[in-house]
């Protein structure tokens, strides 16, 4: 039976790279070589001074194998009014259940609050939009992005200490690969490839974003809904909100509904007999 104020793998599973997603806080010693796919870490021993920037959202506490750490660390969250949970089984449950993980060893430096700097072209149309959507939901919930003129994006993110992306440049490691895009590379990098709806949406994002729209029935109105964001957005971080939205409801398409078709009884309650 599940332990208290606990989470099961399978249950979390489900709510990765959802909008709904909790924040996951692993607190394993040190740097680990994979964590949970969209989690942070967070030292246990240092509970009392970051608890309360956690803000309202709901969070589930990763240690190795679910025992008292993560009891006592998820405890103090619901000591301080954060909805607090633990993981079942823990990273050990989290690994026997064949769940994603993300693999670390790609990740950027963080800042001092541990979160990852982007830095990139300005006026983002497809893989500028997507490749931000992919991080914060599934590498870095905390990520921040910058857009800024194409030719500035180095030195930009060189004075920053960030990480530059989807640029044409020698010595740029996140871009595009032969007929791979940005968001292809970092799947693969991240070793999300393994999720199947990700995989599936990525075809929809490079037939978008290389103008193969035969790759991929849905890439053309990909392509259309960019371009008409990238029209009504002035404001790229503005675009890049709203454009999370299209990119959640196409992750969730992958994932829940590509078998659905819709017609005028899609959604109707079919009729109840009438006894003869």
């Known amino acids: 039976m599940p332990a208290p104020n606990s989470i099961s793998p399978d249950k979390l599973a489900r709510l990765i790279g959802t909008p709904a997603a909790p924040l996951v806080i692993d607190i394993r010693p040190g740097e680990p070589a994979s964590r949970i796919a969209g989690s942070v870490r967070r030292e246990a021993g240092a509970v009392a001074t970051w608890s309360r920037a956690t803000g309202i959202q709901a969070v589930v506490i990763v240690d190795a194998a679910g025992a008292a750490a993560a009891h006592g660390v998820a405890a103090w969250l619901r000591s301080d009014g954060v909805d607090a949970e633990m993981l079942d089984g823990g990273h050990a449950g989290w690994c026997a259940a064949e769940l994603p993980l993300l693999d670390t060893s790609r990740l950027p430096p963080g800042d001092a609050e541990g979160r990852t700097l982007w830095v990139t072209r300005a006026r983002p149309k497809v893989d500028r939009i997507a490749c931000p959507w992919l991080i914060r939901r599934f590498v870095d919930p905390h990520a921040r992005f910058l857009f800024v003129p194409a030719a500035e994006v180095q030195a930009i993110a060189a004075q920053l200490g960030g990480e530059p992306f989807d640029v044409e440049a020698e010595g740029v490691f996140w871009s595009h690969r032969g007929e791979h895009c940005t968001f292809d590379v970092m799947i693969e990098e991240f070793g999300l490839n393994a999720i199947a709806p990700l995989a599936h949406l990525a075809t929809i994002v490079r037939g978008a974003d290389t103008a193969r729209p035969d790759i991929a029935p849905e890439a053309a109105g990909l392509l259309a809904v960019s371009l008409g964001l990238s029209r009504l957005y002035a404001d790229d971080i503005a675009q890049l909100d709203a454009g999370m939205l299209v990119y959640d409801a ?20 079919g009729r109840a007999r009438v006894p003869a």
Request: aromatic fraction near 16%; charge should be neutral; charged fraction near 30%.
């Open 250 to 269: 196409l992750y969730r398409w992958c994932r829940d509904a590509r078998g659905e078709t819709h017609d005028w009884s899609s959604h109707t309650p």
